[in-house]
T-cell receptor
Framework: AQTVTQSQPEMSVQEAETVTLSCTYDTSENNYYLFWYKQPPSRQMILVIRQEAYKQQNATENRFSVNFQKAAKSFSLKISDSQLGDTAMYFCAFGRGSTLGRLYFGRGTQLTVWP | DVKVTQSSRYLVKRTGEKVFLECVQD?????MFWYRQDPGLGLRLIYF???????EKGDIPEGYSVSREKKERFSLILESASTNQTSMYLC??????????????FGPGTRLTVL
């Protein structure tokens, strides 16, 4: 079974600062995908960023970027210039390159951005 | 944009009742999923379906069943609701793994309380 570990249940950051959320995973697969999802207080889960394991270049989406270390099986999310609207639960997820599309989720990190 | 809708945002039921949670997606996705979300436990997969009338057990299927009679609709059934099934239920859908990197699109969630 695949496991995804988020070791930080809660984190906080001041507005405009940078914060990094950690995620590690365990797999013997070579073809897989990694995701960060955000769940704000409204409860709607939204995809933040994704990374294909075969790509060496780290994915970036505006203020969000990842540090993908394949050998270490680490996939951290960096949020730059944090905004109040970034306050949410963040979930790291792992998906195998198969047609069934199942994802394995970590337990989440609650991020609070303070003014 | 993909839209995943769930029949209720909040639901209150009594112990022993049969409960139906409905999920509909409008993007012709093959894969559909039901998760339950509890504080500190993240998202746990209950059941998923990769085609009409097909279903696969997830990690916590006990006490639940599902139905997928049409491609766009995936129902979660609690045959006899119990208090330990009080939780947030999230539905998601995705295209097959050859496209969209297994990205899952989520509904807004149903918060179920069993009294």
């Amino acid at each position: 079974a695949q496991t995804v570990t988020q070791s930080q249940p809660e984190m906080s950051v001041q507005e405009a600062e940078t914060v990094t959320l950690s995620c590690t995973y365990d797999t013997s697969e070579n073809n897989y995908y990694l995701f960060w999802y955000k769940q704000p207080p409204s409860r709607q889960m939204i995809l933040v960023i994704r990374q294909e394991a075969y790509k060496q270049q780290n994915a970036t989406e505006n203020r969000f970027s990842v540090n993908f270390q394949k050998a270490a099986k680490s996939f951290s999310l960096k949020i730059s210039d944090s905004q109040l609207g970034d306050t949410a639960m963040y979930f790291c997820a792992f998906g195998r390159g198969s047609t069934l599309g199942r994802l394995y989720f970590g337990r989440g990190t609650q991020l609070t951005v303070w003014p | 944009d993909v839209k995943v809708t769930q029949s209720s945002r909040y639901l209150v039921k009594r112990t022993g009742e049969k409960v139906f949670l409905e999920c509909v997606q409008d993007m012709d996705h093959e894969n559909m999923f039901w998760y339950r979300q509890d504080p500190g436990l993240g998202l746990r997969l209950i059941y998923f379906s990769y085609d009409v009338k097909m279903k696969e057990k997830g990690d916590i299927p006990e006490g639940y069943s599902v139905s997928r009679e049409k491609k766009e609709r995936f129902s979660l059934i609690l045959e006899s609701a119990s208090t330990n099934q009080t939780s947030m239920y999230l539905c998601a859908s995705s295209a097959p793994g050859t496209s969209a990197y297994n990205e899952q699109f989520f509904g807004p969630g149903t918060r179920l309380t069993v009294l």
